[in-house]
């Protein structure tokens, strides 16, 4: 669908949808309010019958009792609002707006789920309490009383006008973007890196420019400076490796168990520096079998070590891309 702004109570929301739910009839939900046994609070009852849940293009939303200085206890982010199911029309089954009798979960009878975020926890809706407070209910935390759980929000309509527009994500993502590629472009590297650096620089004066030229390539292709199953994050290991072989200064094949220490070196060490933030160990065992297959690695699954050719072939690429960078 196109995407679509929320109005409640004749007010418009910041909030923008990308998918909304069945269509949901005055009967559908007078019948979950009956197996609730609750009345749905008048905004939330309003937004199920217009749009019946959906997922925000934006779904940041800061709370009213989030403390900022405290890491993730702010800027918590809607993943999907959950949907009722009606006779219109199927909802997946981790999508279903259900009573907390059919949840897994030891709620009370009075805390309903309406909301998601991408770590499995939930935005619940107090009911019977004022209009319906809204909580961030952390699934590791199920023990603890449901009044020691953060409010969000006064009321379901007080929620969704703290959520962050579109347009203030944007200028978010910008001005992020455009500190990422600085820090890629003069930010200072990583001890450990900085350190294999210097132990090549006399033969590869030009190793610290290809480092930047392909880490921005990355970055620029994909938005974030991160390591996926591709062509670029592949040149990206291939530096990685044969740098961390060059720096060794020993004649030796790499474990592929020594993969994980050697993207280590690589990773950030405060916000906002040089490096990586993140790689997952599967794309390093992927790069090894396919480098394996093509030739550029020569050894076993086990332990190997940069083919010369493919070495000569991987500085030209780099020459190539410090160039155009």
């Avoid at 929301?13 to 046994?37: C, H, M, W, Y």
């Avoid at 009606?86 to 309406?114: C, F, H, M």
Wanted: glycine share 8%.
């Amino acid at each position: 669908m196109k995407p679509e702004k929320v109005r409640i109570a004749g007010k418009e929301t910041p909030v923008v949808l990308t998918s909304r739910g069945p269509k949901v009839s005055e009967s559908d939900l007078i019948k979950f309010e009956a197996g609730l046994g609750y009345t749905l609070p008048i905004h939330y009852r309003e937004f199920i019958l217009c749009y019946n849940g959906g997922d925000p293009v934006v779904g940041a939303v800061n709370g009213r009792d989030d403390r900022t200085n405290i890491p993730y206890e702010h800027g918590d982010a809607v993943c999907t609002f959950l949907k009722l199911p009606t006779s219109q029309g199927r909802v997946k089954d981790y999508e279903k707006l259900i009573i907390p009798a059919g949840i897994p979960w030891d709620l009370p009878r009075n805390i309903l789920p309406i909301a998601n975020d991408a770590g499995g926890n939930y935005f619940v809706l107090e009911l019977g309490v004022g209009e319906g407070r809204v909580r961030f209910l952390d699934h590791e935390a199920l023990d603890t009383a449901i009044g020691q759980h953060r409010i969000l929000a006064d009321d379901f309509g007080d929620f969704l006008a703290r959520f962050r527009s579109v347009a203030e994500q944007k200028a978010i993502d910008e001005l992020q973007s455009t500190a990422e590629a600085r820090a890629l472009r003069k930010g200072k590297f990583p001890a450990p890196l900085e350190s294999q650096c210097k132990r090549v620089e006399r033969e590869h004066s030009s190793i610290r420019e290809w480092i930047r030229a392909v880490c921005l390539r990355v970055f620029f292709e994909k938005g974030y400076l991160a390591v996926h199953d591709d062509d670029l994050s592949r040149t990206l290991l291939d530096l990685a490796f044969w740098l961390n072989q060059s720096a060794r200064r020993i004649s030796r094949k790499t474990k592929r168990s020594e993969l994980n220490g050697i993207m280590e070196c690589w990773l950030q060490e405060k916000k906002g520096a040089f490096g990586l933030t993140g790689y997952a160990p599967r794309f390093l065992v992927e790069w090894w079998t396919d480098r394996l297959r093509k030739g550029s690695l020569a050894g076993t699954d086990e332990s190997a070590q940069f083919a010369r050719k493919a070495a000569t072939e991987l500085l030209q690429k780099l020459n190539a891309m410090r160039l155009h960078r």
